[in-house]
């Protein structure tokens, strides 16, 4: 099936996109290609890092004093 077919499909069942207008061929390429390269980045495999982070968490009741 061609981005065409597809856009035409989805302008049959009448669905619109995001804007409101009808799909053309280069759109649900544009959005085919996204899905691709986001579903790329998801499977890629990142190196742990680690910091020193330090937190420190203070009663406000002791130090504020009224």
Same mark, same amino acid.
């Given at each position: 099936? #061609? ?13 619109? #996109? +995001?804007?409101?207008?009808?799909? !053309? ?9 996204? !899905? ?6 998801? !499977?890629?495999? *990142?190196?742990? +890092?680690?910091?020193?982070? *330090?937190?420190?968490? *203070?009663? !406000? ?6």
């Amino acid at each position: 099936m #061609t981005f065409q077919e597809i856009a035409e499909h989805l302008n049959k069942k009448k669905i619109e #996109t +995001v804007r409101g207008k009808k799909f !053309k061929g280069a759109h649900v390429h544009s959005i085919i290609k996204r !899905k691709r390269v986001r579903d790329e980045k998801l !499977k890629e495999r *990142y190196p742990e +890092v680690r910091s020193d982070f *330090y937190l420190d968490i *203070y009663d !406000k009741s002791i130090l504020f004093i009224k």
